[in-house]
């Protein structure tokens, strides 16, 4: 079984510019959630998707983040524009439920993002 | 709010020693707790879960946690360590999302 897909694995870019990442889950994966983790912390939840609706976007600076969830497949996280503090590693996972709270996330291998 | 603490930033053990990683949290009810490692370069891989039930879990790769509700805790053990243990390890517990704590580095002397 194919594991969650990111591209790109790396991106550098100066502050105020627009970058946007793609996730692609396991096939059949309801719930998509997008991680940010910023270097020496543990990762932080941006947005949660079930199919193609948000549940949860509380955290979601959402001045300059945005995200969506296309046919409840693959999904795109944007900033727009990029600030020196959103360098950081944006990490995408699916579960195969509707997003319970006993439900394992599979994580993929993140975007590494530099905002210089 | 919930959080979730690893006092730990950095531990160094030698290969075939036993390992304790510390992990607290702080919720009311008894939460969803997780362990993940994450190696330089991948996503996050789950070692074990709790919901209920036995307070000793087994987990992937000989690693296996214990509840301690009175101390508020879900400690990480494994008896031998491995040089391919090294990684960062990350508790976290889901009360409707997941809550990291700020993980823990483990380097393996050989």
């Known amino acids: 079984e194919a594991g969650v897909a990111q591209s790109p694995r790396y991106k550098i870019i100066e502050k105020r510019q627009s970058v946007a990442f793609w996730c692609n889950p396991i096939?059949?994966?309801?719930?998509l959630y997008w991680y940010q983790q910023i270097l020496g912390q543990g990762p932080k939840l941006l947005i949660q998707?079930?199919?193609?609706?948000?549940?949860?976007d509380s955290q979601l600076p959402k001045d300059r983040f945005s995200a969506e969830r296309l046919k409840g497949v693959d999904s795109t996280l944007k900033i727009q524009p990029a600030k020196l503090e959103d360098s950081a590693v944006y990490l995408c996972?699916?579960?195969?439920?509707?997003?319970?709270?006993?439900?394992?996330?599979?994580f993929g291998p993140g975007t590494r993002l530099t905002v210089l | 709010a919930q959080s979730v603490t690893q006092p730990d930033i950095h531990i160094t053990v030698s290969e075939g020693a036993s390992l304790e990683l510390r992990c607290n949290y702080s919720?009311?009810?008894?939460?969803?707790l997780f362990w993940y490692v994450q190696s330089p370069g991948q996503g996050l891989q789950l070692l074990l879960k709790?919901?209920?039930?036995?307070?000793l879990v087994q987990g992937i790769k000989g690693f296996e946690a214990e509840f301690k509700r009175s101390q508020s805790s879900f400690n990480l053990r494994k008896p031998s360590v491995h040089w391919s243990d090294a990684a960062e390890y990350f508790c976290?517990?889901?009360?409707?999302?997941?809550?990291f704590g700020k993980g823990t580095k483990l380097s393996v002397k050989p």
């Open positions: 996972a699916s579960s195969p439920t509707l997003g319970g709270s006993s439900d394992e996330q599979f």
């Open positions: 096939s059949g994966h309801a719930t």
């Open positions: 998707f079930q199919n193609n609706g948000v549940v949860d």
């Open positions: 919720y009311g009810a008894t939460p969803y």
């Open positions: 709790y919901f209920s039930g036995d307070t």
């Open positions: 976290a517990s889901d009360q409707g999302n997941l809550i």
